[in-house]
């Protein structure tokens, strides 16, 4: 029995998923209902007795949340939005920030420090490497984090219920590897991560890619990504010289394994569609508008 097998034959729902999730549930409700009800773009009032909620709750909640009113939110995650990110190479949303690298997505940008493992590492698919993780709650659902004595080597999302299943995708990745729950070495990724006052450049956030070298050359175009923008895969495949290798590029975006912090959610289609997300259009949505609300904030 491998390491993978023994721990998928355990309850790995940690006691902390006890906690109300709240905002990012009902979040998610709207977001669906959106993407449902998109032509009939349906008002506050409307949206609030869908998640039963009252405009005034839902406006609060919003705001708590994302920085947002449910309008300006809706408008950051709007196809014609993302069609300006690619065309201006602008914000989200109209802010006094200077555009470009300023504010909040330059604070992002140096927040991060990264290392590749060397190709051998990951021919062995994880052979002799402990990974240690543990599920937090997050602004998108119960994140799942995991890191190695090199840094944050993972991080997915799930929603009640799923952890089971989000723990076999990201296990399945470097199946060799020994698994152990420890949520001593997981809080502090998880403390940092998701808290903007904390990104910080003198005290940066190690991660460690572990990948082919393809998909790190993809993840790490990533990286340049701005908080607040957009590109499309066809550039990203320019800029890491295999202009002619969108699809392949697609493929490797999808496999990142350190969602959020390796911003493969800022990999839209050439129209500005959204396309895909590996762990749910609805939460690459939320975070967009999240990110849209830490700008305009």
């Known amino acids: 029995m491998n390491a993978q097998t023994a721990i998928l034959q355990k309850d790995i729902t940690p006691a902390a998923h006890a906690a109300d999730f709240g905002d990012y549930e009902i979040v998610r409700k709207v ?10 773009q349906p008002s506050l009032e409307e949206l609030a007795e869908a998640v039963g909620e009252t405009p005034t709750g839902l406006q609060k909640l919003f705001t708590r949340w994302a920085g947002l009113s449910p309008k300006a939110f809706l408008q950051a995650v709007t196809l014609d939005h993302a069609r300006r990110l ?12 200077e555009l470009g690298m300023s504010g ?7 927040f991060v420090t990264h290392e590749a493992m060397s190709p051998g590492d ?7 490497l402990t ?10 659902g119960i994140a799942l984090v995991m890191a190695t004595d090199r840094g ?6 799930c929603d009640a219920g799923e952890e089971k299943a989000a723990f076999a995708d990201m296990s399945g990745r470097w199946p060799n590897a020994t698994y152990v729950e420890d949520l001593s070495a997981t809080v502090p990724y998880a403390a940092r991560i998701f808290e903007p ?24 175009a990533l990286l340049k990504i701005p908080l607040g923008h957009a590109k499309p895969y066809s550039r990203i495949a320019a800029e890491i010289g295999a202009p002619k290798a969108s699809r392949a590029v697609g493929a490797a975006i999808g496999a990142n394994p350190v969602s959020f912090v390796v911003p493969c959610h800022r990999a839209v289609g050439k129209s500005g569609a959204l396309t895909g997300y590996h762990w749910g259009l609805t939460r ?13 904030g």
């Open 31 to 40: 977001i669906e209902k959106i993407s449902r009800d998109y032509r009939d």
């Open 131 to 140: 990974i240690r993780y543990g599920y937090h709650v997050s602004p998108f």
């Open 122 to 128: 990951y021919k062995s698919r994880g052979a002799g």
């Open 152 to 157: 944050l080597a993972g991080l997915a999302f």
């Open 104 to 110: 909040p997505g330059r604070l992002h940008d140096l």
């Open 197 to 220: 006052a904390r990104w910080r450049g003198e005290e940066p956030l190690r991660v460690v890619l572990i990948g082919t070298d393809f998909q790190v050359r993809v993840w790490e």
């Open 86 to 97: 690619l065309d201006e190479g602008l914000p989200l949303l109209e802010t006094s920030l």
């Open 284 to 296: 690459k949505r939320a975070i967009l508008g999240w990110e849209a609300g830490r700008m305009a």
